[in-house]
């Protein structure tokens, strides 16, 4: 499986950003697909995971702020990110499980006025 992550930029505090993560190759049809992020000199957390079936599990800090969403059709998980604050900096990785655990390349999202 590979995945193919965009949508990460430069967005002032209180702005909005959208990702999105392609997921190719053999693709078990029961899977869960999510966000994870890291900060510099911190571990890497949850943001945010959807299953095929379209139930969803957020990190308490992305509550309220972020949706996540997917297109099985097209086997992509969408993530928007709305009201975004500057501890919301970090690099952003898609991770896709089925059969096995994949992660994408990371996308840098930096919030900064």
């Known amino acids: 499986v590979q995945l193919q992550a965009s949508g990460g930029g430069l967005v002032q505090p209180g702005g909005s950003l959208r990702l999105s993560c392609a997921a190719s190759g053999s693709i078990f049809s029961t899977n869960v697909m999510g966000w994870y992020r890291q900060a510099p000199g911190k571990q890497r957390e949850l943001v945010a995971v959807i299953s095929s079936g379209g139930s969803t599990n957020y990190a308490d800090s992305a509550k309220g702020r972020f949706t996540i969403s997917r297109d099985n059709a097209k086997n992509t998980v969408y993530l928007q990110m709305n009201s975004l604050k500057p501890e919301d900096t970090a690099v952003y990785y898609c991770?896709?499980?089925?059969?096995?655990?994949?992660w994408g390349q990371g996308t840098q999202v930096t919030v900064s006025s």
């Open positions: 991770n896709f499980r089925g059969l096995a655990s994949y």
